[in-house]
């Protein structure tokens, strides 16, 4: 794969974002002075989103926007036709006047919808703005409601800052939802060590995300890998990249199980062929159909992939550390490209955050078990040092073998020198290589990986803003997300040492810790760890928690616990028709009410 290839490398065709003016249809007169200024806003909404909004593989969103303004059912249904033949995911309806609501709502039930009614006096938009989302409620289509704060003259086209808020954060999540839908998750080999999480639930995949679950044996690997079906050339050139790049860690292994220098050698050949092929199996290769694998070439049309390895596979063959590490990370040997999702122990319920993060923020996403909560007053039994700043209150231990993303090292920089984790196309090479000279590949934990391979391990940069979610399950009940925005922290290296020591000092850690609310389970940060539904956490740059929710509420499924401020929660209005008192309970209820999108 060259990198052009490898940098426009998601699959299928992008979603788009329809625009729809509608307007009040009565002509002689009413409908003729509102075209264009509806037309106008209209645009100057396209326009708007096309400038800011980019997909995960870096080109820009395109909106499609109806080709007549719409007056009542007939233009209703052209603007459909239009939508269905240019593969609109989400839609985005603009109104300045009094328009007639269930007449020109968008009744497509698996699109997400929104309504900017014009905050306007003369003929004032918001009233069909309530109109027609009553519409939907009574129709059971929930629709998003944007309403600007202050009244616009009527000529106005520009878009007040709540306003553009609420239409970015409609829009990336309303394309998320598109994008996944058709889309494969791809298990790579079954349940690693009983973790629930890699039993793939298809009807979760299937009807809350329009999914489909593909599986291969990890038998797979070892076919490919003996019969050769990989692009050699690109082997060759992994390899030497690797040679280069990735500084081989200590040796922690007792001296007489440590393997000798030929099988280390040998280790590494065999783990670079695992990373091309476990991505050849997610997403195809146009080179192996060159070589006689048309099959092969093919993928498994997955935007997130599961790695098993435990135990079967680490308990003879070398681990999957480096394979995870380098396809979540945002390079490789091909040069900077979009990261990719691939879940330790084929956690499929932690691939998922990690997807809709990625989604979300077009960035690369740290996978990790959520280890160890540390009190000040453990730390100070263990340590003799009281943790200071941001870490006083407790810390959460985040690490793992496997799949952390090189990006999360925290080795790129905003302007002002701030560690950040950037979308693919805003990464330069020397932060690669800062990335890359953070990061040692120490030999695997024999005990544990009797097979061998090489860890990813490096200490996180502290003062990011990060966001982690999982989704966990429940009989009865489906699907649940949660979320916790926090921050990484730097603690006193002698402290870390001796935390570190305690675990698996072959492992990347992040030390992370969540913003309290003093309340539930935000109380302080051992009801965080306390509250949290499996081992593992998806943690994205940025503060996205109000994204998540966005999304989740598209999805239907209900959020059971987050610390995001009530004024950055953006769900259908249908949401505060099941209360608006307790926020959290009316979301269940909501959920249930309306049901996963697929079903
Ligand atoms: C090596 C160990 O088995 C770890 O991989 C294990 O503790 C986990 O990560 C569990 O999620
Ligand atoms: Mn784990």
């Not at 009983?194 to 489909?212: K, N």
């Not at 073998?401 to 950040?420: F, H, I, R, W, Y």
């Not at 935000?522 to 009801?527: E, I, L, Q």
């Not at 499996?534 to 959020?559: C, E, K, W, Y």
Request: aromatic content about 10%; proline content about 5%.
């Amino acid at each position: 794969m060259n990198d052009k290839e490898a940098k426009n490398r998601l699959i299928g065709s992008m979603p788009k974002i329809g625009i729809r003016p509608v307007i009040d249809g009565r002509q002689r007169g009413v409908r003729e002075s509102l075209e264009d200024p509806t037309m106008n806003l209209a645009k100057s909404v396209a326009k708007f989103i096309e400038r800011n909004l980019r997909h995960p593989n870096g080109m820009p969103v395109e909106c499609v926007l109806a080709d007549t303004t719409i007056g009542g059912v007939a233009e209703a249904a052209k603007t459909e036709e239009k939508f269905q033949r240019q593969g609109v995911g989400a839609s985005l309806t603009i109104t300045k006047s009094w328009t007639y609501g269930t007449e020109t709502i968008d009744q497509n039930p698996l699109r997400p919808k929104a309504i900017w009614g014009f905050n306007g006096s003369e003929r004032p938009g918001a009233v069909y703005l309530a109109a027609a989302a009553a519409g939907h409620n009574q129709k059971g289509l929930p629709v998003f409601k944007i309403y600007g704060q202050n009244v616009q003259s009527a000529e106005d086209t520009t878009i007040p800052d709540e306003v553009k808020e609420k239409i970015l954060k409609f829009a990336k999540a309303g394309l998320a939802v598109a994008y996944l839908r058709g889309k494969s998750y791809l298990a790579m080999g079954g349940v690693a060590m009983g973790i629930a999480g890699s039993i793939v639930d298809e009807e979760v995949f299937q009807d809350y995300l329009g999914m489909r679950n593909e599986y291969i044996d990890m038998s797979e690997f070892t076919r490919r890998i003996a019969e050769n079906i990989y692009d050699q050339k690109e082997f060759e050139k992994a390899l030497a990249w690797v040679k280069n790049n990735c500084s081989e860690g200590k040796d922690n292994n007792p001296a007489a199980e440590q393997a000798s220098r030929e099988e280390k050698n040998e280790q590494w050949e065999f783990i670079v062929k695992m990373t091309l092929i476990a991505r050849d199996l997610m997403i195809g290769n146009p080179r192996l159909a060159e070589l006689g694998y048309k099959e092969e070439a093919k993928g498994h049309n997955a935007i997130a992939a599961g790695f098993q390895g435990q135990r079967q596979w680490t308990d003879h063959f070398p681990n999957g550390d480096f394979m995870e590490a380098i396809l979540n990370s945002s390079f490789d040997w091909n040069g900077i490209r979009e990261a990719y999702i691939v879940a330790t122990e084929n956690d499929s319920l932690n691939a998922v955050p990690m997807l809709f993060n990625h989604l979300l923020t077009n960035r690369a996403q740290i996978f990790s078990d959520v280890r160890t909560f540390w009190s000040p007053e453990a730390v100070e039994r263990v340590t003799g040092k009281k943790l200071t700043g941001r870490a006083k209150n407790g810390i959460i231990h985040l690490i793992n073998s496997g799949s952390t993303t090189l990006d999360g090292t925290g080795k790129m920089q905003d302007e002002a020198g701030n560690p950040v984790m950037k979308e693919f196309w805003n990464i330069k090479e020397k932060e690669v290589e800062a990335c890359l000279q953070a990061t040692e590949w120490p030999p695997a934990n024999l005990g544990y990986f009797r097979g061998g391979g090489f860890s990813s391990q490096f200490l996180t940069e502290g003062g990011m803003p990060v966001t982690m979610a999982r989704m966990n399950t429940v009989k009865g009940l489906g699907p649940v997300l949660q979320i916790a925005e926090g921050y990484t922290v730097e603690i006193d290296p002698e402290i870390h040492e001796v935390l570190n020591q305690r675990t698996d000092p072959t492992w990347p850690t992040t030390w992370f810790v969540p913003n309290l609310t003093g309340k539930g389970a935000f109380k302080d940060v051992y009801s965080v760890m306390n509250n949290w539904g499996a081992n593992h956490g998806a943690i994205s740059f940025g503060h996205i928690g109000d994204q998540l929710i966005t999304l989740a509420a598209m999805l239907r499924i209900p959020v059971n616990m987050h610390n995001v401020a009530a004024k950055r929660i953006f769900r259908p209005d249908a949401w505060n028709l099941f209360g608006t008192n307790d926020l959290e309970s009316a979301d269940y209820r909501a959920c249930k009410n309306f049901g996963p999108l697929y079903r």
